[in-house]
């Protein structure tokens, strides 16, 4: 999800509705209602809802509270409940969180989907969160003074007590049942922030211990009853289609009960079911194909690059232009930087294989998978097997991350399970996506290429700038199509196209050309490579200008980057302490971006082991607004600095060959271990009281170009095509 669709949902307005109903098994359940305009989804207004969403107080005294997104790794299973919990006064021992299913009563309050992406989760359920605490602990006061005979005013509440004027006391699960039938509040103040105890503080996460001791169960993990197993052959160049096959091997597998072709969302595929995930696996190699290819483009790496390039020595859709666009052409050579980037396709591949399990009845269905995409794969679910999406029972089991992997516009692995479910009718049966299956199947960040023209002015500074990015649009051809501006797609661009450095005459421009490759957004979308083409050349920039990269930067930045101004007075006040000092053979490389509302600055020393880099020391200073869990943002940029580092790995990059993806696993797409991570990283949080931003993709983009500016001042090369095979 990327920043353009986010600022363009800011306009939506929201009405907020709170139902409350006590169930038979007894206690209180709240739940916040989100009326939708036609221009954030076209759906009609919910007609019926579960009755215990959000907020349900049991009698034992737990306290459920449902997430309305996918935990995957970035908090938000921690970070939600604490927001509902401190306003509710809630004794935090007694809350436990649960991943809500598909429901419109569960979508992000300014997307108008179910959805996790674009660093939204806490930035956008903030308010809603903290009103749905502070709306149960007023009825729960209300129900409380009512039994006692008092106003509210003269009550108080603590750890999931209300306490009266005359010593009197109720637990909130004693309260539930008569609160339930009281009125609800309209307007409740929410806390100071004085007044928060959860909220601000270093918060362990709910999920911590299953996740360490091995007992927290993901989609993969799912077991049920009768349940069988199935893997797709997928063509080997996208969008081909089955000619022939031979399936006797196969089904000459112990285990094997089908083996039948399905339509694709590109091209057809031959499933193979079988009562384990091994017998599948083993029948699948047994297959033998024939694959029609003929109308397909064979997309190879070489000539896309080659063909890039040519596009990129022309002017594209203007993205930005400020100034004058032909300043550039005045400036003498001599004063003028001209540079070419390459970014080769990228994987996401997370760590828990992509899995979606579907029960199909005939007159309903239902779903478990660790979807970012809730209301959009229940609706491809319905789709695919003739229902209304209300006949869809969509459960969102945790994920072993995703990075952008697990929220694709297609639903293309959700559709597969719901055509093979529906073949076996009332059979549960879930479809795994191998790690081969996800490297070479597609849906990769785009490959890119920039070229550049800078002048430099009399001051050191850039006086004009001139930049063409080549790519793939991530949203042509998808239900976001219709977000381009003038066909722009301005996650190609962002990150560049509205960069915080002040460039008088400023012209950015963007091609896009249509490749047959499944492209997805991936861990902070365009922000990845924009910001490694910008803090490169500004680098190098303050390096021409005998500048301290600090300094420049700053000198650089627009009066209203307030959060990059606040990131870099801060890590330089950090590594002040270690920055003159660093041994002989090393080098302190320094980046910063701000991206998703949130702004980062980095400082990364690094040496030369063995014709790598080696990352002694990573210092992050990161601005996200107010700090919800300084932990699990702490967390964050530690997970987001050590995956941006993928783009440097010598295996680091998609490639094809005759339309064939050449890298199969984890071998030949090699991510970052733990010998590529920083060996010590210290996190530094701006005290901020402004509304949180996002946290999950703003690191990303910054640990690269600091690290690439540090291998600079120790080589005296300037590289501008990644992967980094060689130093």
């Known amino acids: 999800m990327t920043t353009a669709m986010i600022s363009g949902r800011s306009s939506i307005i929201r009405r907020t509705f709170l139902r409350v109903s006590s169930a038979a098994a007894g206690g209180l359940f709240v739940s916040l209602y989100l009326d939708w305009p036609a221009s954030a989804q076209q759906t009609a207004k919910p007609q019926s809802y579960p009755p215990d969403a959000f907020v349900h107080v049991r009698p034992d005294g737990k306290i459920v509270i449902q997430v309305n997104r996918l935990e995957f790794g970035q908090g938000v299973h921690t970070a939600l409940p604490m927001l509902l919990a401190d306003e509710m006064d809630a004794d935090w021992s007694q809350v436990i969180a649960d ?8 979508r992000d309050p300014l997307m108008g989907i179910q959805m996790v992406g674009g660093s939204g989760s806490i930035a956008h359920s903030f308010e809603q969160y903290r009103q749905l605490g502070a709306r149960t602990r007023a009825m729960l006061v209300a129900g409380a003074a009512a039994q006692w005979k008092v106003h509210p005013g003269q009550c108080h509440t603590e750890a999931s007590v209300v306490h009266g004027p005359n010593r009197q006391s109720a637990k909130y699960a004693e309260l539930a049942s008569a609160a339930a039938g009281l009125p609800i509040p309209e307007n409740v103040p929410l806390k100071k922030e004085s007044d928060l105890r959860l909220t601000g503080k270093k918060i362990r996460r709910l999920d911590s ?20 197993v199935a893997l797709v052959a997928h063509p080997p160049v996208f969008g081909a289609k089955v000619k022939s096959f031979d399936a006797s091997s196969a089904r000459a597998i112990p285990g094997v009960d089908d083996v039948f072709e399905i339509p694709l969302v590109r091209g057809t595929g031959i499933v193979v079911v079988a009562n384990r995930f091994w017998a599948a696996k083993q029948a699948r190699d047994q297959l033998h194909a024939d694959w029609d290819a003929a109308s397909v483009e064979r997309a190879d790496s070489a000539q896309l690059f080659e063909k890039y390039r040519e596009l990129a020595r022309t002017p594209g859709i203007v993205a930005v232009n400020r100034g004058d666009p032909n300043a550039i052409n005045a400036i003498p050579a001599a004063d003028r930087i001209v540079a070419e980037y390459e970014f080769p396709f990228l994987a996401h591949t997370p760590m828990e294989p992509l899995n979606t399990t579907v029960r199909f009845d005939g007159a309903r269905a239902e779903v478990w998978a660790g979807s970012q995409f809730q209301t959009v794969d229940q609706m491809a679910v319905a789709e695919t097997l003739g229902l209304k999406p209300e006949k869809v029972t969509f459960h969102t089991e945790m994920a072993g991350g995703g990075f952008g992997r697990r929220a694709t516009p297609d639903s293309h692995v959700q559709r597969e399970a719901a055509l093979i479910a529906k073949r076996l009718r009332g ?14 199947g597609g849906y990769y960040r785009p490959m890119h290429v920039h070229r550049l023209e800078v002048g430099v002015g009399a001051d050191g500074k850039p006086a004009a700038w001139r930049h063409v990015i080549v790519g793939q649009s991530i949203l042509a051809g998808t239900p976001f199509a219709s977000m381009l501006k003038n066909g722009l797609d301005e996650s190609t661009v962002e990150g560049a196209a509205d960069t915080h450095y002040t460039v008088p005459d400023f012209h950015v421009s963007a091609h896009h050309p249509v490749i047959n490759v499944p492209v997805l957004w991936w861990r902070s979308v365009g922000h990845s490579h924009n910001a490694f083409v910008m803090e490169t050349l500004i680098d190098e920039l303050a390096t021409r200008a005998n500048a301290d990269p600090i300094a420049y930067r700053e000198s650089l930045l627009a009066p209203d980057a307030n959060k990059l101004k606040t990131c870099l007075a801060l890590l330089e006040e950090k590594i002040a302490s270690w920055r003159p000092r660093v041994p002989r053979g090393h080098a302190v490389g320094i980046a910063c971006h701000e991206c998703f509302g949130t702004g980062v600055a980095c400082a990364v020393e690094v040496s030369i082991e063995n014709r790598r880099p080696r990352i002694h020391r990573a210092t992050i200073a990161v601005d996200p607004g107010f700090a919800v869990n300084p932990l699990t943002i702490e967390s964050q ?9 993928t783009q440097l790995m010598p295996k680091g990059a998609i490639t094809l060959k005759d339309g064939r993806v050449e890298q199969r696993n984890w071998d030949g797409y090699t991510p970052p271990y733990i010998k590529d ?31 690439v500016n540090a291998l600079s001042q120790l080589t005296g090369k300037r590289y501008r095509r990644l992967p980094l095979t060689e130093i």
Do not use: N
Not at 99 to 106: E, F, I, N, Q
């Open 99 to 106: 991943l809500a299913p598909a429901s419109d009563v569960y």
């Open 209 to 228: 211990r299953s996740k360490c001791d091995g007992s927290q169960k993901y989609g993969l993990d799912l077991e049920l009853p009768g349940m069988k």
């Open 427 to 440: 059979i549960p049966v879930k479809l795994i996506w191998t790690r081969e299956d996800d490297v070479q």
């Open 637 to 645: 940029m530690q997970g987001g600095v050590s995956f941006g580092i």
């Open 677 to 707: 991570a920083p060996v010590t990283m210290d996190v530094h949080i701006v005290p901020s009281g402004e509304k949180p931003s996002g946290c999950g993709e703003p690191p990303v983009p910054v640990i690269s170009p600091a690290i």
